[in-house]
């Protein structure tokens, strides 16, 4: 995983000193929005730090001026798209920080990353169809919407939702980079 930053934020993998930034976030009911489960213990948030840490697929969103952690972003493989290089992103930002463009940031510079160094042909993402600050970020980045599924999620709890997907080819990228 490669270090980015941005003009407020560093975009870094997670450590293990940064479990009670990690449990401010998830502790929050707010988050079920994105479908993570809240965390009800430290001990919890350290669980869920050490899969982050072994797993390699999360960078840590820290506030430059603070070092504060203040979100999360995973990118993987989307193996849903045949023969392209293709890959899936979702994030969660800490509801302290909830309409500050901070996710936005964040999310365009892994998007550059993504296509201008690693060169992948497609990123999607998906969301709640009630998530619309989701919705923006992705909007806002450059994301075209693609389809709604029809009870595609399942949320920590069990509930199932509409899963609503959007995507961004690379062609589409370098395009709207030249404008």
Not at 60 to 71: N, P, Q, S, Y
Not at 164 to 174: A, E, G, R, T
Request: hydrophobic letters at 35%; aromatic letters at 12%; a negative charge.
């Amino acid at each position: 995983m490669k270090a980015l930053e941005t003009e407020r934020l560093f975009l870094r993998e997670w450590q293990k000193n940064d479990v009670e930034d990690l449990f401010d976030i998830m502790k929050n009911p707010s988050v079920t929005i994105g479908g993570w489960k809240p965390h009800s213990n430290i001990n919890t948030s350290i669980e869920v730090l050490n899969e982050y840490i072994e797993s390699d697929e999360r960078w840590a969103v820290e506030l430059r001026d603070t070092g504060k952690v203040i979100g999360s972003i995973r990118v993987y493989p989307d193996n849903n798209r045949g023969k392209l290089f293709a890959k899936t992103i979702n994030y969660v930002l800490s509801e302290d920080y909830w309409g500050n463009g901070y996710m936005t940031e964040a999310v365009k510079r892994i998007i550059e990353y993504l296509f201008e160094e690693l060169n992948i042909d497609l990123l999607s993402a998906f969301h709640y169809p009630n998530n619309d600050k989701s919705k923006k970020v992705l909007e806002k980045c450059g994301f075209e919407y693609e389809i709604t599924i029809e009870q595609g999620s399942t949320r920590y709890d069990g509930q199932v939702f509409d899963a609503v997907c959007y995507s961004i080819l690379n062609s589409d990228y370098f395009q709207n980079k030249l404008l």
